[in-house]
C-alpha cells in the first residue's frame, strides 16, 4: 500500500475533512483526518493495518508487544498487533499522565513497538514513549498511519508511517485570514 492508497482510504471513509479545527496539540489546521470514520469500517481498517504491520516487520523484525496511546490509538494498535501475532496493551492517563493500567506489563526482553493513529508534533507519541519506558523490555520503534507533519515531528525513536503529509497548523494567534474567519471545531480525544 502507498501513500496515495493511504489517502484514497482516508478520503472514501469521508475523514479527510477541511474547515477550521483545533487539533489535541492546541494548533489549528484546515485540515482533520477523522479516523474514527476509517475505524468503523473494519475491512479498511485491516487493510490499513496490515500494510502498517508489513512496514513495522520489515523495519524491526519481530514484536512482541504493540503499545499504544488511548483512545485513538487503541484500534490501530490491535488490528496492527493482530497482524504481527503480538500483544496489544495500551496506556491511559492517570495524574494527567499516560501509564500502563489494567494489569497491562512489558516484561523483559519483549520486543516493543508503539503504533499510534495520526502524528502532528509527535506529543502523545512521546508521552506514550516515556511511560513505555518506565517497564523492562526493548523499544524498537514508532508506528503510525499518518505523519501529518510531513516527518517533522520527532518522537524520541524510529517512526515508521503508511503516509507522511505536510498538513500546516497554526498557533491559534498567527491564522491565516481565510481560517480565522471560520469557526473552530475541536474533534480530536486528547482530554479524555
Known amino acids: 500500500m502507498n501513500q496515495d492508497d493511504v489517502i484514497a482510504e482516508f478520503q472514501a471513509a469521508g475523514a479527510l475533512l477541511r474547515g477550521h479545527f483545533i487539533l489535541s496539540s492546541g494548533l489549528r489546521s484546515p485540515v482533520f483526518l477523522q479516523k474514527m470514520f476509517v475505524f468503523q469500517d473494519p475491512v479498511r481498517t485491516e487493510r490499513l493495518c496490515k500494510a502498517l504491520a508489513a512496514k513495522i516487520s520489515d523495519r524491526f523484525g519481530t514484536v512482541d508487544i ?52 495520526i502524528v502532528t508534533t509527535g506529543l502523545s507519541s512521546r508521552e506514550c514513549i516515556a511511560a513505555i519506558s518506565q ?49 473552530a471545531v475541536k474533534p480530536g480525544s486528547r482530554s479524555l
Not at 78 to 86: D, M, P
Not at 155 to 169: K, R
Request: charged share 20%; hydrophobic share 45%.
Open 66 to 117: 504493540v503499545v499504544s496511546p488511548a483512545v485513538g490509538g487503541i484500534v490501530p494498535g490491535y488490528e496492527t498487533a493482530r497482524h504481527l501475532g503480538a500483544k496489544a496493551i495500551f496506556v491511559e492517563r492517570e495524574n494527567g499522565q499516560f501509564a500502563l493500567r489494567r494489569g497491562f506489563e512489558i516484561p523483559a526482553g519483549a520486543r516493543v513497538v508503539m503504533v499510534e493513529d
Open 135 to 183: 517497564h523492562p523490555g526493548e523499544l524498537l520503534g514508532a508506528a503510525c498511519l499518518i505523519d501529518r507533519s510531513g516527518g517533522k515531528a520527532d518522537v524520541g525513536v524510529p517512526l515508521v508511517s503508511l503516509a507522511s503529509l505536510d498538513i500546516p497548523t497554526y498557533k491559534p494567534d498567527d491564522l491565516p485570514p481565510d481560517l480565522a474567519s471560520m469557526p
